[in-house]
């Protein structure tokens, strides 16, 4: 085999404490922050360039030297990643503003961006001996990490609020999940998720509570560079729910810059949450290192409606060094851009897509976008299985 993974250790991303990469973990164990992998970059630098990885499989996995799976025969991949990033012409001159970008996640297996993150999640715990896996979801991360445990043999288990739109508890019933409706926020299924963890040794892959999905999820910050000639665009808007995108983009930004890819150019971060749940913004402007709990979280845009995120310092803290910024925008902003976003580009949107579009064009107005600058707009899911928020 000429590739591998250059995993060396696991790094606590606040208190810094350092762990063995082979074996299981979910939080730090000295003080419960989100783990992040490090990976021996000066071995990596050596061993694969830009140059290599440019004929390999469209995937996320062509980056594999720079993700967590060392053995093949634990890969799971449905061909997630490689999605396309669009010129957006059209949407240009509708919004007075380019170059325009969008990178369209919704191709991805499932119809979200959630798939990268699953993949290596579900990917490396199988790997390391798990056979049952477990995920409380607002809807799109219990559809992906069924799709990696049915193509893997693993056991899911789904934990939902109740009212979580059909077509999301559907697919994840037809790949083989149990799925558990709970009557309340997705807060709530992570209680009622805990005794299966607790008493039958069932994985628990929420978001950042395991060092994993946020590998999965910093290719897209690799596709953008390569996709664009290895120059980094000048803003990148991101729907910010968990964070584990922005987080993982900005993470790869500062691996690729060790590898010898990229220079120290970076985008400015942008982060958009809707005004009903908007608890990063609120933070980032206050200028708090942590975000309180967002109270009554309300939004069409579910993949944003996350009141209380473990990683919120991480996401700040990425949106400062970026010299970035975190906007809130209303709903019927967020609707009336997606359906700009869907009629200019030909992609149906997610909402979250559509977020950041009304984002942008807030900016623009402000003047903190500047004629001529770069944007790439993330459209994290398809809009298809949104078919409430249509009707
Ligand atoms: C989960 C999700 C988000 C938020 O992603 P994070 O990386 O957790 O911030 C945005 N859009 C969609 C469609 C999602 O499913």
Redesign the pocket.
């Known amino acids: 085999m000429d590739t591998r993974s250059f995993l060396s250790h696991l790094e606590c991303g606040l208190c810094g404490e350092r762990l063995e990469a082979d074996r299981l973990w979910n939080l730090c164990p000295k003080c419960g922050k989100p783990l992040l992998a490090r990976y021996d970059l000066d071995a990596a630098r050596a061993a694969v360039t830009p140059a290599a990885i440019a004929g390999r499989e469209p995937t996320m996995w062509r980056y594999r030297e720079l993700l967590p799976v060392r053995d093949d025969a634990f890969k799971l991949s449905l061909g997630e990643g490689f999605t396309p990033i669009l010129r957006a012409a059209r949407l240009e001159r509708e919004a007075g503003h380019g170059p325009l970008y969008v990178k369209d996640e919704g191709l991805n297996p499932t119809g979200?961006f959630?798939a990268r993150g699953l993949s290596t999640a579900v990917s490396r715990a199988f790997e390391l001996g798990v056979r049952s896996v477990s995920i409380p979801t607002a809807g799109?991360?219990g559809c992906a990490m069924s799709a990696y445990a049915a193509l893997g043999g693993l056991e899911a288990h789904v934990f939902m609020p109740a009212d979580v739109p059909k077509p999301f508890i559907n697919e994840c019933r037809v790949l083989g999940a149990k799925v558990t409706l709970i009557a309340g926020l997705i807060t709530d299924c992570g209680k009622a998720a805990r005794e299966g963890i607790e008493k039958h040794g069932q994985f628990d892959v929420s978001?950042l509570k395991e060092p994993y999905r946020i590998e999965g999820?910093k290719t897209m910050g690799y596709e953008v560079a390569e996709q664009m000639g290895w120059r980094l665009p000048d803003v990148i808007i991101y729907?910010?729910?968990?964070?584990?995108?922005?987080v993982g983009m900005w993470k790869a930004f500062g691996e690729m810059e060790k590898l010898g890819w990229i220079g120290p150019k970076r985008p400015r971060m942008v982060t958009v949450q809707s005004d009903g749940c908007a608890p990063m913004v609120k933070a980032f402007h206050e200028g708090k290192e942590f975000a309180e709990p967002w109270p009554n979280a309300r939004t069409i845009a579910d993949?944003?409606r996350v009141p209380a995120a473990v990683g919120d310092f991480l996401i700040l803290r990425a949106l400062r060094e970026s010299r970035g910024t975190a906007v809130a925008v209303p709903d019927t902003e967020i609707l009336e851009a997606t359906y700009l976003l869907g009629k200019t580009t030909g992609i149906w949107p997610?909402p979250?897509g559509g977020a950041t579009l009304a984002a942008l064009l807030r900016l623009r107005k402000d003047g903190w976008v500047r004629d001529g600058e770069s944007v790439v707009l993330f459209n994290?899911?398809n809009g298809a299985k949104y078919s409430h928020i249509w009707d």
């Open positions: 979200s959630k799109n991360a978001t999820k729907p910010t729910g968990g964070g584990t995108g922005l993949g944003m997610a979250e994290t899911g």
